[in-house]
């Protein structure tokens, strides 16, 4: 324990230290591609538009369906070119996609309309609905069903991240983690010696749940255990002030055998 405490310590260090260029983060690299491919979360794309015109313009698509630039622009009393900006950003962020449409006798219209992405994103209030079930089966069933029906999700969450974690060794298992976590919009980045590796997430995909529930932690903290297949200690939480949560796993000699968790693991692969 006090080896793990150490290593937490200089890993810290690292993390907090080194320029960011260096730490190893799919973000860093890819972060404008992410968004062109449509990777980062869809309700994440729309909350960038919380406030803005932007966000008049997908409520009014939403309500209306197809429209052109000037019923946009009549709809919402901005200029056309003013238009023409929102809607600009709405596509760069894979929300609004143009069709040509034809009403009546003339040439078609070119009208612009919401993309599934976000008319899923829109209606998406899957955290209202989570936080509820577990308030539910808390009071129908007592916090130890909460806590298996957590532990059953984070098996699951392992089988689903397992798909995409492959390598048999551990250091580019946390990297191949780390690129399936920002797939999903997570970002996260690691530090890693020879000894020990060190994962923080600077975004928490179920940040209103685990305000409510610490329970959702140790799920995070068992998905991660069983994707690497080697025990994991979250060392620092968002929940308690930190800037991020700090995962912290200690490698095993080389002269160590795998754990069942990692040869698990690679026979799925």
């Not at 369906?65 to 056309?80: F, I, R, Y």
């Amino acid at each position: 324990m006090a080896k793990s405490q150490e290593f937490f310590a200089i890993f810290t260090a690292k993390i907090d230290k080194t320029p960011a260029g260096m730490l190893y983060s799919p973000h860093s690299e890819e972060a404008a591609g992410q968004v062109k491919e449509g990777r980062v979360k869809p309700m994440r794309e729309v909350a960038r538009f919380q406030g803005t015109p932007a966000e008049a313009v997908l409520q009014v698509l939403l309500r209306r369906g197809p429209m052109t630039v000037k019923e946009l622009q009549e709809a919402l009393q901005l200029s056309s070119t003013a238009v023409r900006l929102h809607l600009n950003r709405l596509q760069t962020a894979g929300l609004v996609v143009t069709a040509e449409e034809r009403r009546g006798v003339g040439r078609p219209v070119k009208v612009y309309y919401l993309t599934e992405k976000a008319r899923m994103a829109m209606g998406s209030h899957s955290e209202t609905l989570a936080l509820t079930l577990l308030e539910e089966i808390l009071r129908l069933e007592g916090p130890e069903k909460v806590r298996l029906l957590l532990r059953r999700v984070s098996d699951r969450l392992a089988v689903t991240y397992s798909q995409e974690v492959r390598s048999a060794n551990v250091h580019r298992r946390a990297q191949e983690l780390v690129q399936a976590l920002a797939q999903r919009g997570i970002v996260a980045e690691v530090v890693e010696d020879e000894n020990a590796i060190a994962i923080r997430e600077y975004t928490c995909p179920y940040h209103e749940l685990a305000q409510d529930y610490r329970a959702i932690c140790e799920m995070e903290q068992s998905m991660m255990s069983q994707v690497l297949g080697l025990p994991v200690e979250l060392n620092e939480c968002m929940m308690d002030g930190h800037r991020g949560c700090v995962f912290m796993v200690a490698v095993p000699s080389e002269g160590d055998s795998p754990s069942q968790q990692t040869i698990i693991s690679e026979e799925r692969s």
